[in-house]
């Protein structure tokens, strides 16, 4: 006769709870810093390739196209 094997105990996750109003407000900052940071340095990234662009442009002359 097989004997059944011992039930293993399974970890159950913890319930999910409300975020507090301060968590709320600290991930609400973080994610505009976040957006602000991201927003400016591709803002800064298209006025350098700008930049960049209108030098190159002025450097070279028609023939070198």
Same mark, same amino acid.
């Given at each position: ?11 159950? @996750?913890? @319930?999910?709870?409300?975020m ?6 600290l991930l609400?900052?973080? *994610?505009?810093r976040?957006m602000?940071?991201?927003?400016? $340095?591709?803002?800064a990234?298209?006025? $350098?390739s700008? $930049?960049?662009?209108? *030098?190159v442009a002025?450097? *070279?002359?028609p023939?070198?196209y």
């Amino acid at each position: 006769m097989s004997t059944p094997a011992p039930s293993a105990s399974i970890a159950q @996750p913890e @319930p999910k709870t409300a975020m507090s109003e301060a968590e709320t407000k600290l991930l609400d900052h973080s *994610l505009v810093r976040g957006m602000f940071w991201t927003g400016s $340095v591709k803002w800064a990234s298209q006025v $350098v390739s700008w $930049v960049t662009t209108i *030098l190159v442009a002025r450097i *070279l002359t028609p023939e070198d196209y």
